[in-house]
């Protein structure tokens, strides 16, 4: 219930937050549009770094959506996390390991996918025993630890962000240095966020290049 109700704020978020920055366009950007063609920009960039033919066209989208999707779900938890009775409702989806592994699942599935679109059926399996036929083990872990990697880094980003803040919480309000203790934790909750948020932005950019950099690897030929 907590990773539906947290994924489907999130999502409302991002759609809401690009319909706003997408209102009314004009030929010479200015405010809200600029920021939007920048995250736009950006994403293709990354893109561009690892498929810079023409088959770097077809990601364009995915690279913004999963940049942003990321990114938002990254940062609501360390400014909202709800518990009711002893149970978390809300917290950053991200920092669930279920989320990033269905989010690893998602891109490494669809890198299959348009290894075969792109290669054909036979091309897209050679390039399991590429460049010799014994890699053919070794290129199948690779597999696995791709979508461990992807994920784990992900998940243990932001759970460990989100652990601290709540340490941080718990010591402000312990009373344990008396009004200290509060002042002490409020500043240091206000840097960790201020960090916490850059962190969730290099992950969002990770998470994203190295999803591009597997599906480079499926797509494009040697």
Do not use: C
Request: overall charge neutral.
């Amino acid at each position: 219930m907590t990773n539906d109700l947290a994924i489907l704020i999130t999502a409302t978020l991002t759609f809401l937050l690009v319909f706003w920055l997408s209102r009314k366009p004009q030929l010479r950007p200015s405010g809200k549009q600029n920021i939007l063609e920048w995250v736009i920009d950006f994403t293709n960039g990354i893109v561009k770094q690892q498929m810079p033919g023409p088959e770097g066209n077809r990601f364009g989208l995915l690279a913004f959506v999963l940049f942003l999707f990321i990114f938002i779900n990254n940062q609501v938890g360390l400014f909202l996390q709800v518990d009711v009775g002893g149970k978390t409702w809300f917290r950053s989806p991200t920092a669930d390991p279920v989320i990033t592994m269905t989010l690893a699942m998602l891109v490494l599935v669809l890198s299959h996918y348009f290894g075969v679109v792109f290669k054909g059926f036979k091309g897209y399996l050679n390039g399991f025993i590429s460049p010799v036929p014994f890699l053919l083990p070794i290129n199948i872990i690779e597999e696995f630890t791709n979508f461990v990697t992807l994920s784990m880094r992900l998940y243990g980003n932001i759970f460990a962000g989100e652990v601290l803040v709540l340490l941080i919480r718990q010591f402000a309000f312990s009373g344990l240095g008396g009004p200290t203790s509060f002042i002490a934790g409020f500043v240091l909750e206000m840097v960790w966020q201020g960090f916490s948020v850059f962190i969730g932005s290099i992950q969002a950019y990770i998470f994203v290049t190295l999803a591009m950099v597997y599906t480079s690897h499926k797509v494009v030929s040697e």
